[in-house]
């Protein structure tokens, strides 16, 4: 058998990132409407996550940076087509499917919380979009309400493709990704320098 060294992947910033959007993700939907200042702070700690994550996708550690990990969506397609033909490539960062999924989680996310802002501003008053309340007339807190509703949706739905890929990558690859994005490290062969084993 191959002897086999953890090497560290994921920095610290990005695994506090990842569990502190986890967590404010689902504090904002379990507080709705009835906690309104709870899901308000909640979602306002996503938004400031996500520009967080959007410079460290720019300045970050290697693996955190959006260059290694966002490809032309035919190779993500590529990629889960020999998933299902069970010769998938290993990758240290995201793979292909895996980096497409951030990319959509992330522009989701911030959708959401930007219509969630707006939806504020017009229906209650609050927030950085007040202003806009004395304008909106009866229809605009509706559509707001509407979108933001559905874009919460799209984003559930993509959290569960999410774990699914997180799961199917774990079985196919015989590794712990939830213990890497936790301790920061994934093992490659002893005598392995290439980021990609
Ligand atoms: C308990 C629930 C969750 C688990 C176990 C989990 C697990 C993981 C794992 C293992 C990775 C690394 C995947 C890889 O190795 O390529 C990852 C990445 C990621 N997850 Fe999750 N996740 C969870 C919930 C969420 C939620 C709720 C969101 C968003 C609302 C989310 C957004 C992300 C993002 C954006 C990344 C990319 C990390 C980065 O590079 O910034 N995750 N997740």
């Keep these: ?21 986890a967590a404010a993700f689902t504090i904002v939907f379990m507080a709705d ?3 309104l200042a709870v899901h308000t702070l909640a979602g306002y700690t996503i938004l400031g996550l996500l520009v967080f994550r959007i410079l460290w996708g720019g300045i970050g550690t290697p693996y955190a940076r959006f260059s290694s990990f ?7 397609l590529a990629y889960l087509k ?5 010769r ?35 229906g209650d008053a609050a927030g950085l979009f ?3 309340a004395a304008h909106a007339g009866f229809l605009w807190p509706d559509v707001a309400e509407s979108v933001h509703e559905f874009l919460a949706n799209f984003t559930l739905l993509l959290v569960a493709v999410h774990l699914l890929g997180v ?4 079985l196919v690859h015989r590794e712990n990704l939830i213990r890497a994005m936790i ?15």
């Design 88 to 122: 998938a490539p290993r990758y240290l960062g995201h793979n292909p499917a895996g980096g497409a999924m951030i990319v959509l989680l992330l522009l989701s996310l911030m959708s959401t919380a930007l219509t969630g802002m707006l939806l504020y501003g017009m």
């Design 130 to 132: 007040a202003g806009l």
């Design 1 to 21: 058998m191959t002897e086999s060294v953890r090497v560290k992947v994921w920095d610290p910033l990005i695994r506090i990132f990842h569990w502190s959007l």
């Design 33 to 35: 409407e009835d906690w």
């Design 70 to 76: 966002v490809r032309p969506w035919s190779e993500a």
């Design 167 to 170: 799961a199917v990558g774990s």
């Design 183 to 197: 301790d920061g490290r994934k093992r490659v062969p002893a005598q392995a320098t290439a980021r990609e084993s």
């Design 82 to 86: 020999a998933l299902l033909a069970r």
